[in-house]
T-cell receptor, first 116, second 113 residues
Framework: AQTVTQSQPEMSVQEAETVTLSCTYD???????LFWYKQPPSRQMILVIR??????QNATENRFSVNFQKAAKSFSLKISDSQLGDAAMYFC?????????????FGAGTILRVKS | DGGITQSPKYLFRKEGQNVTLSCEQN?????MYWYRQDPGQGLRLIYY???????QKGDIAEGYSVSREKKESFPLTVTSAQKNPTAFYLC????????????FGPGTRLTVL
């Protein structure tokens, strides 16, 4: 079974600075997807960024980028120019292949606090 | 409005009672999922359905039941057999196509009194 580990329960960053959230996973599959979701106090899950395992290029979405190391099974999220609105719980998630139902496996989450 | 609707937002239940959480979508997505979120933990999969009239157990299906009679609806029943039902429940949908992610509803907070 796949597992996802987020080793940082909580992180803090100063507004306008950069922060990196860590995520490692374990799988025997070769084709899969990885995601970072944001959950603000409203508890609505919001997709931040996705990475397809067969793509070597790291995904980027505006101020958000990932460092995907397939061999090391590592998938960290970098937030540049942090804003107050970035404060939330962040979840790393692994999605299995379609034949297994496209199920998502989540890490325990990292609370990100942004200081003004 | 297009989207995923979960009702009610807050639900209270007496111990020993069954309760059904609603999830409705008008996105025409094929697959639907139910997750449970406890404090300090990530989401855990309860049940999922990839097509109408078919569903599979997730990692923590014990004490729960579902049905998928219509494409738009995937209700979750929390039975009295569920030992610790107090949690936040999230429904998600996914369109056909392997590149697409899951889209989440606003969630239902269930509290057992």
């Amino acid at each position: 079974a796949q597992t996802v580990t987020q080793s940082q329960p909580e992180m803090s960053v100063q507004e306008a600075e950069t922060v990196t959230l860590s995520c490692t996973y374990d799988t025997s599959e070769s084709d899969y997807y990885l995601f970072w979701y944001k959950q603000p106090p409203s508890r609505q899950m919001i997709l931040v960024i996705r990475q397809e395992a067969y793509k070597q290029q790291n995904a980027t979405e505006n101020r958000f980028s990932v460092n995907f190391q397939k061999a090391a099974k590592s998938f960290s999220l970098k937030i540049s120019d942090s804003q107050l609105g970035d404060a939330a719980m962040y979840f790393c998630a692994y999605r299995s292949a379609p034949e297994y139902g496209n199920k998502l496996v989540f890490g325990a989450g990292t609370i990100l606090r942004v200081k003004s | 409005d297009g989207g995923i609707t979960q009702s009610p937002k807050y639900l209270f239940r007496k111990e020993g009672q069954n309760v059904t959480l609603s999830c409705e979508q008008n996105l025409n997505h094929d697959a639907m999922y139910w997750y449970r979120q406890d404090p300090g933990q990530g989401l855990r999969l309860i049940y999922y359905s990839q097509i109408v009239n078919d569903f599979q157990k997730g990692d923590i299906a014990e004490g729960y039941s579902v049905s998928r009679e219509k494409k738009e609806s995937f209700p979750l029943t929390v039975t009295s057999a569920q030992k610790n039902p107090t949690a936040f429940y999230l429904c998600a949908t996914k369109p056909r196509g392997s590149t697409d992610t899951q889209y989440f509803g606003p969630g239902t907070r269930l509290t057992v009194l």
